[in-house]
């Protein structure tokens, strides 16, 4: 069966998402000032969110389309004894999703020019691509009871709305380990070390709300390092 639940999401909700672009823009412009010796001025930090919106949200309807389309091959399951050892905490799906993309947000902040910005986004359409290729070519799920909860609180029914939007054959390798080494490594000039804290919280809260097993975990990461060191070499 297709999944359709990605139609929940109104255009008056990306409308909302869109003009939201000018005050975020606005708040990593400030950040920049601190934290970048050479950051982009107000106006080109405008025109660089507002194309990584659309850019954005352009990728995810690539994302959409694989998952309706990701049936063609047998599904797998990567399941080992380690990860009925993970306990299951739904209160991480917060940082699963929501510093992922405050993370992803401070790459504006760490960019002095809109040229630099396109060629990091030319990186991301790389990654995009090579997780689109394994979704395609190998689809892989977690068990199906690890989705069987009782909706209690507000944690577990983000969780769920999480899920709607995900076919569950999407886990290998883990997108949102590889998105988060990428951008990581590109704030490692910015934060140091605590860019590589970020990659664990992200890797972390992928076990804790079951939406990935171990074995998604390193190969995504191994992606997103891939992604990094070899897309300065495409663009030159």
Same mark, same amino acid.
């Given at each position: 069966?297709?999944?359709?639940?990605?139609?929940?999401?109104?255009?008056?909700?990306?409308?909302?998402?869109?003009?939201?672009?000018?005050?975020?823009?606005?708040?990593?412009?400030?950040?920049?000032?601190?934290?970048?010796?050479?950051?982009?001025?107000?106006?080109?930090?405008?025109?660089?969110?507002?194309?990584?919106?659309?850019?954005?949200?352009?990728? &995810?309807?690539?994302?959409?389309?694989?998952?309706?389309?990701?049936?063609?091959?047998?599904?797998?399951?990567?399941?080992?004894?380690?990860?009925?050892?993970?306990?299951? &905490?739904?209160?991480?799906?917060?940082?699963?999703?929501?510093?992922?993309?405050?993370?992803?947000?401070?790459?504006?902040?760490?960019?002095?020019?809109?040229?630099?910005?396109?060629?990091?986004?030319?990186?991301?359409?790389?990654?995009?691509?090579?997780?689109?290729?394994?979704?395609?070519?190998?689809?892989?799920?977690?068990?199906?009871?690890?989705?069987?909860?009782?909706?209690?609180?507000?944690?577990?029914? &983000?969780?769920?709305?999480?899920?709607?939007?995900?076919?569950?054959?999407?886990?290998?390798?883990?997108?949102?380990?590889?998105?988060?080494?990428?951008?990581?490594?590109?704030?490692?000039?910015?934060?140091?070390?605590?860019?590589?804290?970020?990659?664990?919280?992200?890797?972390?809260?992928?076990?804790?709300?079951?939406?990935?097993?171990?074995?998604?975990?390193?190969?995504?990461?191994?992606?997103?390092?891939?992604?990094?060191?070899?897309?300065?070499?495409?663009?030159?």
């Amino acid at each position: 069966m297709k999944n359709d639940a990605y139609k929940s999401i109104s255009p008056k909700y990306m409308l909302l998402l869109f003009l939201s672009t000018f005050f975020v823009a606005w708040i990593y412009y400030v950040i920049g000032k601190f934290v970048n010796p050479d950051p982009m001025n107000l106006i080109e930090s405008v025109m660089f969110t507002v194309l990584l919106a659309v850019v954005i949200t352009g990728s &995810y309807q690539i994302f959409f389309w694989v998952q309706n389309n990701n049936y063609f091959f047998k599904t797998r399951c990567f399941k080992i004894a380690l990860d009925d050892k993970i306990p299951f &905490y739904p209160v991480w799906i917060w940082p699963y999703s929501f510093f992922y993309y405050i993370m992803i947000g401070l790459v504006l902040a760490r960019i002095s020019s809109i040229e630099e910005g396109v060629e990091l986004i030319f990186g991301g359409f790389l990654l995009l691509f090579l997780q689109s290729m394994f979704f395609l070519v190998l689809p892989v799920t977690v068990p199906h009871f690890y989705r069987e909860y009782h909706v209690d609180n507000l944690s577990k029914k &983000y969780l769920r709305f999480v899920q709607r939007l995900d076919n569950g054959r999407n886990c290998f390798p883990s997108m949102h380990c590889s998105v988060a080494t990428y951008v990581g490594l590109l704030l490692v000039p910015v934060l140091g070390h605590y860019a590589y804290l970020f990659i664990g919280i992200i890797a972390v809260s992928c076990l804790l709300v079951k939406q990935h097993q171990v074995l998604d975990i390193i190969p995504g990461i191994l992606l997103g390092w891939f992604v990094y060191f070899v897309n300065p070499l495409i663009v030159g």
